[in-house]
């Protein structure tokens, strides 16, 4: 069984930045895409980022390029989501997922096949 949970969390004021962090068992993490996606209150949930299995590709949403960089450490199994120069558009709560097995860095959501639980992450203005 895979499990991910999401942390990093929190409330920040705009122009600041915030860290996710993404936790995942099971031994063949390394062997799958990760993505990032979000939900704000009252809309449906988003792509923000994804990553290739192997760290070499990445993909975001224009909303977020160039203020937001996803990255992986296969050896912690691990996932990271930096979020700079946040705006209050950003507010929603954060998941992490699964994609596919040796996949690339693919935005949509029907590639994913396990969520993490959630981090609410809240930007004032």
């Known amino acids: 069984q895979v499990q991910l949970v999401e942390s990093g969390g929190g409330l920040v004021q705009a122009g600041g930045s915030l860290r996710l962090s993404c936790a995942a068992s099971?031994?063949?993490?390394?062997?799958?895409?990760m993505g990032w996606f979000r939900q704000a209150l009252g809309k449906e949930r988003e792509f923000v980022a994804a990553i290739g299995w192997r760290g070499w590709s990445t993909n975001y949403a224009g909303s977020v390029q160039g203020r937001f960089t996803i990255s992986r450490d296969n050896a912690k199994n691990m996932v990271y989501l930096q979020m700079n120069s946040l705006k209050s558009e950003d507010t929603a709560v954060y998941y992490c997922?699964?994609?596919?097995?040796?996949?690339?860095?693919?935005?949509?959501?029907?590639?994913?096949?396990?969520w993490g639980q959630g981090t609410q992450v809240t930007v004032s203005s």
């Open positions: 099971g031994r063949t993490f390394s062997s799958y895409a």
């Open positions: 997922a699964r994609g596919g097995p040796f996949g690339g860095a693919t935005p949509s959501q029907e590639q994913y096949d396990y």
